[in-house]
């Protein structure tokens, strides 16, 4: 029962503050003074005095040809000068043809197999006489290096140069 009637005493008081801030805001904006009348003043028949620009003579367009000439924001406000000559074009560089590469073919052989073991995996690969041998990781085989045997394939290498052979080609 307390914790109702404190709520019922703080929503009262929040409204009475509501109440009171607004009552203010209205008091303090009906009490500022009004702001003055900015309308144009009709201009007047007589002519004024001429004015100290207008009774300086004008100087000559020569000296105005000198402003609009030399550029603003160049340190040196020196007039800029295009140049009307073509410029030759550039020789062409000489390009060096690099060496193609010698291109050696992957030896004539056919992966019939492979077999794996808790060792190494070996291949079967049947060389350009026809006669079929058992390969293993390391060997070479008309100048190319076995470097892996995986599960369908062959990875022969020669310097740089890697080529898969792989079964059923």
């Known amino acids: 029962m307390m914790s109702r009637l404190l709520s019922l005493i703080g929503t009262v008081l929040l409204l009475a503050g509501a109440g009171l801030a607004g009552w203010w805001a209205l008091t303090v904006t009906t009490r500022q003074p009004g702001l003055p009348s900015f309308e144009m003043a009709q201009p007047q028949a007589t002519r004024a005095a001429p004015s100290r620009a207008a009774s300086r003579p004008r100087r000559p367009d020569v000296y105005y040809d000198a402003v609009t000439q030399r550029p603003l924001f160049a340190p040196d406000r020196r007039p800029l000068v295009l140049d009307d000559t073509p410029e030759a074009d550039p ?21 019939l197999g492979v077999m794996g073991a808790a060792d190494e995996n070996r291949a079967l690969v049947q060389n ?18 076995i470097s892996r045997i995986g599960p369908n394939w062959l990875d022969l290498s020669r310097a740089s140069e890697t080529i898969r052979i792989e079964m059923y080609q």
């Open 128 to 145: 350009a006489e026809g006669e079929a041998l058992w390969l293993t990781q390391g060997t070479e085989l008309a100048g190319w290096t």
């Open 91 to 111: 020789p062409d560089p000489v390009v060096a043809t690099p060496p193609k590469p010698v291109v050696v073919p992957p030896p004539a052989v056919r992966l």
